[in-house]
């Protein structure tokens, strides 16, 4: 009987395998996805506990003079969404019938709820070039399994007016 040495066969499997990429990493690399998070008019970020999430696949702004809906959908498939119900610039209060937030994160959603789960802050808006930048910080809770987690993170983004 003859016997083989696993060596010469198990070596290149493991050196194939050491080399995969993340997938964004690649997407960045073929020019899929952008190196860095969005530009300016069109930048979605978001950290879930401490997890960063950039809305590289899509962005959906729309707003119709007084509130705004703004979507941001990843390349691996989390998605984003935010409804400012006022534009003013300041501060206000993220809760889950003013202002609230929706994070799914692989197929996980998080919600927010209560009276007060957070803060956003309108930094600037021009309803005449729909230019729209704010910054936010809220706790988010899983419904199905009841985890409570921080979430933080701003938009700039040109928002399509309806009428």
Known sequence: ?????????????????????PAQEVAEEIGLAPSGCGSDGARVQVDLDGSSFCADAQITAIADGSSAMITGIGLLGSTFTIQLDTLGVGVHTISEVANAIVFAQTGT???????????????????????????????????????????????????????
């Open 1 to 21: 009987m003859r016997y083989l040495r696993p060596v010469p066969y198990f070596l290149p499997l493991v050196l194939l395998c050491s080399c995969v990429k």
């Open 109 to 163: 959603p998080y919600i927010t709820v209560g009276d007060s789960s957070g803060v956003v802050t309108i930094d600037q808006h021009d309803a005449s070039t729909g230019r729209l930048k704010a910054h936010f910080q809220a706790r988010v809770v899983n419904e199905m399994s009841g985890t409570s987690k921080p979430i933080s993170g701003s938009v700039d983004v040109t928002c399509l007016q309806a009428d």
